[in-house]
């Protein structure tokens, strides 16, 4: 096999594999060819890759050593997207009662979500997680394209319990936004207890659906290590219970009676190493 062949397939089985460990003698054998030669292709492809700015190879040392891709957004082309994000959402046509905004078109498009996924991912991939949780149903999307970078299951915390899903842990939260008290549940056999997760969802006002979330990963001992949402309400800041947390967009000011929508990029460049 020609060593531009050879890339290829090695090249499209790491993009698929984000955060995997993937040892020299598995590609050797995949492809039939030396070690030495599976190095220097290794090296190469780690240098298109960051060239790219889509991510870096990994080098683990030792018997049980190989490669792992880490998926990483370069800064300027992140910026980029987000400033585009941010001005699709200035959009009046978006403003919805109560403050909200439409999003449902963006939470559609699969290359947005992939990108929305990647930058997540790229602030995350430090963190050895084992799951990403959500709340259904707007969420869903955008927690399964963080979790095909990190190559970790999703688990989605429902608002009634599912026949379908066997016993359950429930519990009652109340809203920041509106006050009232709700109900979120989660099947007992979606997460193992003590996991590390992370929670992803697509708006945040004063945080009570997350605070909730949280309290419910508490009956399964899990560890919180990050929280990431794509839009967040300033104007709720004051009576936000969740305050460690990575943004991509901050909605400044919604003015219903003009039709006015202001936005700037959230606190994800606070987050994340250059």
């Known amino acids: 096999m020609k060593r531009s062949d050879r890339l290829i397939g090695m090249t499209e089985y790491v993009l698929e594999h984000p955060m995997e460990l993937i040892s020299l003698p598995f590609f050797s054998e995949r492809y039939q060819a030396a070690k030495s030669s599976i190095s220097e292709d290794l090296t190469i492809m780690n240098q298109m890759l960051q060239h790219e700015g889509i991510g870096r190879l990994e080098s683990i040392s030792g018997a049980a050593g190989g490669v792992r891709y880490i998926p990483k957004v370069r800064t300027d082309k992140s910026r980029q997207f987000l400033s585009v994000l941010a001005e699709r959402l200035e959009d009046p046509a978006r403003i919805l009662p109560g403050g909200y905004l439409f999003m449902s078109d963006l939470l559609g498009e699969p290359q947005t979500v992939r990108e929305i996924g990647r930058l997540f991912a790229s602030a995350f991939t430090g963190l050895k997680l084992d799951a990403v949780v959500t709340v259904a149903t707007k969420g869903i999307p955008l927690a399964y394209a963080v979790a095909s970078f990190l190559n970790v299951p999703v688990v989605i915390v429902r608002r009634d319990p599912k026949i379908t899903e066997g016993s359950t842990v429930s519990i009652n939260y109340v809203s920041g936004s509106s006050k009232k008290i709700q109900t979120m549940v989660l099947t007992k056999r979606s997460l193992k207890q003590g996991a590390k997760v992370c929670i992803i969802d697509d708006f945040m006002k004063a945080g009570g659906t997350i605070d909730g979330m949280r ?60």
């Not at 009956?219 to 104007?235: P, R, S, W």
């Not at 936000?240 to 929508?261: A, G």
């Open 215 to 274: 309290s419910l990963l508490k009956e399964f001992e899990a560890e919180v290590k990050a929280i990431g949402v794509l839009a967040e309400a300033e104007d709720e800041e004051d009576e936000r219970v969740v305050t460690d947390y990575v943004s991509l967009i901050q909605i400044s000011h919604v003015d219903v009676k003009n039709q006015k929508i202001e936005t700037t990029i959230g606190n994800y460049f606070d987050h994340i190493q250059s």
